[in-house]
């Protein structure tokens, strides 16, 4: 090696130490200023109340605030689009949740790509949808219920709070599995969707555990079972649709992203602080009374479980030719 290829060498090393040693201590100074959590659906929803949850626990622990910024359309795209495009210092993190999973089955032509452009930090929470109908629904179990469907079907109307939702898809995946064929009546969000299953203008709708629990407990609705593959906790008396139709299971879940060049240091950081927040009793009674059971877990641990959901609704999305609105 020529001496001037030695102090080439030299220099190179140095600077790459350098870089390195800067990350390392950019980490460790993390957070340096507020940090927002991008939510993209509109405030008041189940999302909104579980992030803004988790941003005052993540407050509490890293010494900054967590600041929530609803950023809702398009599938949560547009929140999406602004992580994705945010300076990826780990100031900027995205509200993930199961709807990130299905829109990338269905934009295929958005400027982002969740997949791509987000790096998982970890699972926050899981929770199951309540299949429902209006109290005076002829079926009152999930075997009377396929046997009505398939005795009528096509006449049993099925809200969801807008097309390819989880609250749609999951209908989908039940009609795959049964043979059963319902009619899709969409709404623009939940609430008018409930509105009128208590109404009796539709029969059926897979609606968020904490959205319909008070309904279900008051009578409102009937509750035929719920879409996780074990019973809900909140609800035990209401059996797990997987006892009745081997395969189904449906969630609605919820993490924490950020764009895809943040420091391994920062998402390990982040990772930390996360798990000893959902650790902690009173934060997960709090979830837990909405129907929520906290996961956690690894960044790698997200990361698959992300690939999966995308796999698996995609294969629905295809079986049912379902098209964005």
């Not at 626990?57 to 010494?63: F, K, N, S, V």
């Not at 269905?106 to 987000?118: G, K, L, P, Q």
């Not at 219920?145 to 989908?172: D, R």
Request: hydrophobic share 45%.
């Amino acid at each position: 090696m020529t001496a001037m290829s030695s102090i080439v060498l030299r220099l190179t090393t140095a600077v790459v130490l350098a870089c390195a040693i800067a990350q390392s201590s950019l980490a460790l100074d993390y957070p340096t200023k507020p940090v927002r959590l991008i939510v993209g659906v509109a405030a008041g929803g189940a999302n909104d109340t579980v992030a803004r949850m988790v941003a005052q626990a993540l407050t509490d622990r890293l010494g900054q605030p967590v600041v929530v910024e609803n950023r809702p359309g398009a599938g949560g795209n547009i929140g999406l689009e602004a992580v994705a495009n945010a300076v990826p210092d780990g100031h900027t993190l995205l509200f993930v949740t199961s709807a990130n999973a299905l829109s990338a089955a269905f934009y295929s032509t958005a400027n982002v790509n969740f997949a791509r452009d987000i790096a998982p930090v970890a699972s926050l929470v899981r929770g199951a949808l309540i299949m429902e109908v209006n109290p005076s629904f002829p079926a009152k179990t999930i075997p009377e219920f396929i046997a009505y469907a398939k005795a009528n079907p096509g006449k049993i109307n099925m809200a969801s709070a807008g097309i390819g939702n989880t609250t749609h898809v999951s209908g989908e995946l039940f009609m795959m599995l049964t043979g059963t064929k319902f009619t899709h009546v969409p709404y623009r969000g939940g609430a008018p969707a409930v509105a009128d299953l208590i109404g009796g203008q539709v029969q059926l709708y897979f609606d968020g555990i904490s959205a319909s629990l008070e309904h279900v407990r008051s009578g409102k609705l009937h509750a035929l079972g719920v879409t996780t593959a074990q019973r809900s906790d909140v609800l035990p008396d209401v059996p797990a649709i997987a006892e009745f139709v081997p395969g189904y299971e449906a969630a609605g879940w919820y993490g924490i992203g950020v764009p895809k060049n943040v420091s391994a240091e920062i998402v390990d950081k982040l990772n930390k602080e996360i798990n000893a927040s959902l650790a902690d009793p009173k934060l997960k009674t709090r979830l837990a009374d909405l129907g929520y059971a906290t996961s956690g877990g690894s960044p790698a641990e997200f990361q698959n479980m992300i690939a999966q959901e995308i796999d698996k609704w995609a294969k629905v999305i295809k079986f049912a030719g379902i098209r964005p609105d």
